[in-house]
């Protein structure tokens, strides 16, 4: 994908509406859009018996009324579980969400996504394998940009090169490490997703002179999205829905 072909929104919203909502259920989806945005940051990861869902964490607890690991219980027992109480008493009820689910809504309503691949610990490379296999085939609109799948973990961004190469990726980079440029290359990556602070002119310049786009996580200050903006960046996601347009 030349650098003249990025079908994607410069705006993305993380999770579905950044800390508005329960963050990676469909309610926090819905209340992204209804602030205009059109792309969603989404996690991705496995349930014990096969079934890609939303959920950052490893474990339940923070965002759910469950405990333990989520990898390790089927999705009879994960779709059972309240994921909005733990927000806000507006929420309480709200259910953990299928990545078909999501897809659904974002073909209905014809937004674009970025699948962040979250595997459980040990399920790099499967997850990446399951997930991209399930976006490809739930994906069914080829009038909207294919989902963008990244990922901190390279085994996972290999399994869904391995099993859907069609799919875009991008590696996501908390710190520069050494050779994270070679890597993204490698598994064919269209994208470098950093922590923004990462950001300078010539880490830019790098990124855009291999062919790939330049994109930040998680952006909710106007001085940074600025910076950002004036040193040529690509595409910004945010927990600030409320307090940046999209269409900035």
């Known amino acids: 994908m030349p650098l003249t072909d ?22 926090a989806f819905r209340l992204g859009a209804e602030h205009g945005f059109r792309m969603f940051e989404c996690d991705a990861k496995l349930s014990a018996d096969g079934v890609p869902f939303l959920l950052h964490d490893a474990t339940l607890d923070r965002t759910s009324n469950g405990r333990g690991v989520a990898g390790d219980q089927p999705w009879s027992a994960l779709s059972q579980l309240d ?9 309480a009820g709200e259910p953990l969400a299928t990545l078909e689910a999501l897809i659904r809504f974002c073909l209905a309503n014809r937004h674009a996504l970025n699948i962040e691949i979250k595997p459980t610990p040990g399920l790099e490379y499967k997850t990446g394998e399951v997930v991209a296999r399930h976006a490809a085939q739930w994906w069914s609109d080829r009038t909207l940009p294919p989902p963008l799948l990244t990922s ?3 085994d996972s961004l290999r399994g869904a090169m391995a099993t859907r190469p069609e799919l875009p990726r991008g590696l996501l980079l908390d710190t520069l490490w050494d050779g ?7 598994l064919g990556c269209k994208a470098i997703v950093c922590n923004y602070a990462l950001w300078d002119a010539a ?3 790098k990124v855009h002179a291999a062919g790939l786009r330049a994109l930040s996580y998680t952006v909710n200050d106007e001085r940074a999205a600025e910076r950002l903006t004036a040193l040529g960046t690509d595409g910004i996601i945010t927990d600030r829905v409320d307090r940046f347009s999209p269409a900035g």
């Open 152 to 154: 901190f973990e390279p």
């Open 83 to 91: 994921a909005g109480g733990w927000h806000s008493r507006r929420y």
């Open 180 to 186: 994270w440029l070679d890597t993204a290359l490698q």
């Open 6 to 27: 990025w079908p994607y929104p410069r705006w993305v919203a993380h999770r579905g509406a950044g800390k508005l909502a329960p963050e990676n259920t469909l309610a």
């Open 203 to 205: 880490t830019v310049t």
